[in-house]
């Protein structure tokens, strides 16, 4: 039976109760793990609210892309000299003005923020965390298939995702001296804050769904599941890997038939895509 009991975990990217870390953290804790959170000072009232309702210490800030608050947080959690025994990293920003029409047109301000918040903040966080880190820990990052494949609006993400992907093999190899493991979780195109920044996201979401084996999404629960897996001592062989929770999407390339009604009604909404408003975007997956 998988537990948690007596581990530690820092988890980032909680913004609101749709955010996937946030059912990732309330199952550690129904596991037996205990749950330190990081949000975005902007996000603390919303993700305090979470934290009193499901009986969690209350949410320490940080700004990944400010590097005084990450070496603020850092040094915050070095002072009790507790030992961490694993990361969730779930943090993705862009401007949602460059998530509505064409990479093309991607501006290398949005480029380079997009990449520092959403990829190399990974890299930064395990830079400082490595040694309030247990031999044998774990670290998950969230990731998505637009990393090897075309999706509309999702632009300067995709590559965010790519480059995500590819960082945590130097950081597998390299903290696999401690056995301290490092992957990546790639969802199905979940309904969850960050998403909804993206230009018409639900209905690829359920293009998505129509092209699945299973016909749907995962749930977010199910991501939980998988994400709690990798963290614990169950999947001490795993490392360096993008593991799927999508309901088999990844593996699709032509919709069964026996989906072509959802395929058609699915892609009838999609050819109806035109010029919207923008939304705001969150740190957070």
């Given at each position: 039976?998988?537990?948690?009991?007596?581990?530690?975990?820092?988890?980032?990217?909680?913004?609101?109760?749709?955010?996937?870390?946030?059912?990732?953290?309330?199952?550690?804790?129904?596991?037996?793990?205990?749950?330190?959170?990081?949000?975005?000072?902007?996000?603390?009232?919303?993700?305090?609210?979470?934290?009193?309702?499901?009986?969690?210490?209350?949410?320490?800030?940080?700004?990944?892309?400010?590097?005084?608050?990450?070496?603020?947080?850092?040094?915050?959690?070095?002072?009790?000299?507790?030992?961490?025994?694993?990361?969730?990293?779930?943090?993705?920003?862009?401007?949602?003005?460059?998530?509505?029409?064409?990479?093309?047109?991607?501006?290398v301000d949005n480029f380079l923020k997009t990449m520092h918040?959403?990829?190399?903040?990974?890299?930064?966080?395990?830079?400082?965390?490595?040694?309030?880190?247990?031999?044998?820990?774990?670290?998950?990052?969230?990731?998505?298939?637009?990393?090897?494949?075309?999706?509309?609006?999702?632009?300067?993400?995709?590559?965010?995702?790519?480059?995500?992907?590819?960082?945590?093999?130097?950081?597998?190899?390299?903290?696999?001296?401690?056995?301290?493991?490092?992957?990546?979780?790639?969802?199905?195109?979940?309904?969850?804050?960050?998403?909804?920044?993206?230009?018409?996201?639900?209905?690829?979401?359920?293009?998505?769904?129509?092209?699945s084996p299973e016909g749907r999404r995962a749930t977010l629960?199910?991501?939980?599941?998988?994400?709690?897996?990798?963290?614990?001592?169950?999947?001490?062989?795993?490392?360096?890997?993008?593991?799927?929770?999508?309901?088999?999407?990844?593996?699709?390339?032509?919709?069964?038939?026996?989906?072509?009604?959802?395929?058609?009604?699915?892609?009838?909404?999609?050819?109806?895509?035109?010029?919207?408003?923008?939304?705001?975007?969150?740190?957070?997956?």
């Open positions: 039976m998988l537990t948690l009991t007596g581990r530690r975990y820092l988890v980032f990217g909680v913004a609101m109760q749709r955010s996937i870390c946030w059912p990732i953290s309330h199952l550690i804790k129904q596991l037996g793990g205990e749950v330190v959170l990081s949000c975005h000072p902007g996000v603390k009232k919303f993700v305090d609210k979470l934290t009193t309702s499901a009986g969690m210490a209350e949410a320490l800030t940080c700004d990944v892309s400010n590097k005084d608050d990450l070496d603020g947080l850092f040094a915050q959690l070095a002072a009790d000299g507790k030992k961490f025994d694993g990361i969730v990293h779930g943090i993705a920003y862009s401007d949602t003005k460059e998530l509505q029409g064409r990479y093309t047109d991607t501006s918040v959403s990829c190399f903040s990974l890299t930064e966080i395990v830079r400082r965390a490595e040694p309030l880190l247990a031999d044998g820990a774990s670290i998950i990052t969230l990731t998505f298939e637009a990393a090897y494949g075309y999706y509309p609006h999702y632009n300067v993400m995709a590559l965010t995702k790519a480059a995500l992907n590819a960082s945590i093999i130097p950081l597998a190899v390299e903290l696999g001296e401690r056995r301290i493991r490092v992957n990546a979780v790639s969802a199905s195109p979940e309904n969850t804050p960050a998403a909804r920044g993206i230009k018409n996201f639900e209905k690829i979401g359920r293009y998505a769904e129509a092209n629960d199910e991501i939980a599941n998988a994400a709690c897996f990798l963290l614990s001592p169950m999947s001490s062989g795993i490392t360096g890997q993008v593991i799927y929770v999508d309901c088999g999407l990844s593996i699709v390339r032509m919709a069964p038939p026996r989906h072509a009604r959802l395929l058609a009604t699915a892609m009838n909404a999609i050819a109806d895509i035109h010029e919207g408003k923008p939304s705001e975007a969150k740190q957070d997956e």
